[in-house]
């Protein structure tokens, strides 16, 4: 995990949520770390709500592995001393069932536009909402 002590909070947030997405789909347990003990991560356009790390982590290997020809397309990213703000738009194929209630089917080419909002807590992730816009490519 990051040492944000020696950086400004606006800073420190930043680098969190950025190694947060680099490393998630990657190794969900090496992002682990970067959540508050009592972390709660929610996808409203999925219906989801997670509480824990263990359920996190547990979505994330399934979700990820149900996806293949990722593309990530960086958008906007700003932060204050307890939000973080992260837009962003990714382009997949869907090839499981591991991204719990999906509007598309499985098979689909998807482009899903991901807003991220983080509030953070002494350098951690304390929340994080996922609102999502879905759309097939082919």
Known sequence: MLDTTAIDPIAANLAVVDEH???EARDPASV???YTDDIVLEMPTRGLRLVG??????????????????????????ATSDRVVDDCIVRFRLTGDGMANAPLPVGSRVELRLLHVFAMRDGRIARETVLEGWRRLD
């Open 21 to 23: 997405i680099r490393g």
């Open 53 to 78: 790390k263990a359920a996190i982590e547990a979505n994330y290997r399934r979700m990820f592995a149900a996806m293949a020809e990722v593309e990530i397309s960086p958008g906007e990213r700003f």
């Open 32 to 34: 682990m770390a970067l």
